[in-house]
């Protein structure tokens, strides 16, 4: 019986399981969203926020080589641990949790899986801070406003960011997050 046992094994091994976590926490981390399934992901932002809270931690030059060190333990990729160290760190320093955001896609055609997002919320530039308020919206002869146009450049701009399995469900959720995004803003 498995009272008492939250945690996911996603019909793996324990070694399988956290290759799987190691290669998608690197993923994560180098390039700042990928695109895997619900299960996955909500396993993954167990994983990796502890990883991340880590590179908050030590005041001397001997704490900050530990915690590479333990977080290298965990990825197994130098690349990845130089880029959680000196490009996340410095940007999530000032959070007190909550680094990562699932966005949920819809299915996969094959087999019917649910498809979500995860992305580090600092490095995401359609929410927070670099969205611009919303100007006065000019309607067109086809019902088309000035804004709606803008939204739909802004869009191709954010999907050309670095994403893997890049798929349409991701522009449409970007597309439909910064609408919300810009009414808030207009109200």
Do not use: C, W
């Amino acid at each position: 019986m498995r009272h008492g046992n939250k945690n996911n094994n996603l019909g793996r091994k324990k070694a399988h399981r956290e290759a799987l976590f190691s290669n998608l926490g690197s993923q994560l981390i180098v390039h700042k969203r990928i695109v895997t399934t619900l299960a996955k992901a909500k396993a993954l932002r167990v994983y990796i926020e502890p990883l991340l809270t880590k590179t908050k931690h030590g005041e001397s030059k001997e704490q900050i080589m530990h915690q590479h060190r333990v977080v290298f333990s965990y990825l197994n990729d130098k690349a990845a641990v130089k880029e959680l160290f000196t490009v996340v760190a410095p940007k999530i320093a000032g959070r007190p949790g909550g680094y990562t955001r699932i966005i949920k896609l819809g299915i996969r055609h094959g087999d019917n899986a649910e498809i979500a997002m995860i992305e580090l919320v600092d490095f995401n530039d359609v929410y927070g801070k670099g969205v611009e308020k919303a100007e006065a919206t000019k309607k067109t002869r086809r019902g088309r406003s000035a804004a709606g146009a803008k939204k739909i450049e802004t869009a191709a701009v954010a999907a050309a960011a670095p994403v893997t399995e890049a798929s349409p469900a991701i522009e449409d959720a970007i597309v439909v997050e910064e609408t919300k995004t810009e009414e808030k803003a207009a109200e």
